[in-house]
T-cell receptor, first 112, second 116 residues
Framework: KAGVTQTPRYLIKTRGQQVTLSCSPI?????VSWYQQTPGQGLQFLFE???????NKGNFPGRFSGRQFSNSRSEMNVSTLELGDSALYLC???????????FGSGTQLSVL | AQSVAQPEDQVNVAEGNPLTVKCTYS??????LFWYVQYPNRGLQFLLK??????LVKGSYGFEAEFNKSQTSFHLKKPSALVSDSALYFC??????????????FGAGTILRVKS
């Protein structure tokens, strides 16, 4: 099976712009989670989608949103980018709760 | 609220020596505990998990972890370290309630450096 695929690998944006990141989970996985990783805050949970429904949400402002399609692929969107949004955004897919998650290599977002 | 503490930013060990990476947690109810490893410019890779049962959990690449409920700890161990084990290690917890789905709370991470 192919692993979790995240595109693009790198992104450079300027403040005020918006960005969309994409994640293709492992075939058959219905759960897709998103995490933000920064040197200062570490790994922080953004949200989780399961069968096209948001199941959990972290403590991020409304500028961060996501969705999941019927084929389980997921996108996250960040509007009105701020410098502090610069981070590695990781997507993870899983089959069921409490099982291991499979992470993609991430999208490195730089906001200038 | 659930939380995870990894008290050491970095652990240094000589190749062939045993290693321990420490983790303590705070969660209401029974915890589900995980260890993940991250290599440079890569996503996280699953090492092992504790859900229930035997307190000593064996995982990938020769790693194991010991669950200690009274000390709320879940330390990662390996009897003999390899240089290739050098990486960033994360401990994570998920509360027992089903409503949490796959939401994990991660520790800050511990850099493991194994020197030859």
């Amino acid at each position: 099976k192919a692993g979790v695929t995240q595109t693009p690998r790198y992104l450079i944006k300027t403040r005020g712009q918006q960005v969309t990141l994409s994640c293709s989970p492992i075939s058959g996985h219905r759960s897709v989670s998103w995490y933000q990783q920064t040197p200062g805050q570490g790994l922080q949970f953004l949200f989780e989608y399961f069968s096209e429904t948001q199941r959990n949400k972290g403590n991020f402002p409304g500028r961060f949103s996501g969705r999941q399609f019927s084929n389980s692929r997921s996108e996250m969107n960040v509007s009105t980018l701020e410098l502090g949004d610069s981070a590695l955004y990781l997507c993870a897919s899983g089959e069921q709760a409490n099982e291991k998650l499979f992470f993609g290599s991430g999208t490195q977002l730089s906001v200038l | 609220a659930q939380s995870v503490a990894q008290p050491e930013d970095q652990v240094n060990v000589a190749e062939g020596n045993p290693l321990t990476v420490k983790c303590t947690y705070s969660v209401s109810g029974n915890p589900y505990l995980f260890w993940y490893v991250q290599y440079p410019n890569r996503g996280l890779q699953f090492l092992l998990k504790y859900i229930t049962g035997d307190n000593l959990v064996k995982g990938s690449y020769g790693f194991e972890a010991e669950f200690n409920k009274s000390q709320t700890s879940f330390h990662l161990k390996k009897p003999s370290a390899l240089v290739s084990d050098s990486a960033l290690y994360f401990c994570a917890v998920r509360p027992w309630a089903m409503e949490y789905g796959n939401k994990l709370v991660f520790g800050a991470g511990t850099i493991l450096r194994v020197k030859s």
